[in-house]
């Protein structure tokens, strides 16, 4: 999928298309193909992503399973995962990411509360670990 494409495709997901369109409102929020995802980038740091597996075409295992409800990744801060953690609905991310949280818009409540968490993170974004930057693996 192009750039280009991933502000207009059509997700024929209602409350995807007003993730998009409120996210893509926000000053210097931008989007990126990420796996088949539509990656939300503030700036060159990537701050969430919406997951919805009809925008690929090979299905890996993390991504939302046929019939549930498509899904919102937000990178947090530890405290703001935490926190965000404790609410109803959210989950860690199924990759395992840390402070990735997982939440499944199934309503406008749930997409309320995924603008929400958005905006913490873009307000606060995560700082890049010391582990995270070396993540060269060694092999023997």
Known sequence: MKRSNLMTV???DELGELLRAELLTWPGV??????GCIAFCHGKQMIGC???RDLLKKKPWWVNRSGESTLAWV???KTDAERALK????HQCRTGAKHWIE???KSHELLEQAIYWFAVTYSHPPQKS???QSRKRKYL
Request: net charge positive; charged share 35%; no cysteine.
């Open 10 to 12: 059509p997700l024929e």
């Open 30 to 35: 931008t989007v990126r193909p990420m796996m």
């Open 50 to 52: 919406y997951v919805n």
């Open 75 to 77: 990178r947090l801060r």
């Open 87 to 90: 609410r109803r609905d959210v």
């Open 103 to 105: 939440l499944p818009l």
């Open 130 to 132: 010391k582990e995270g």
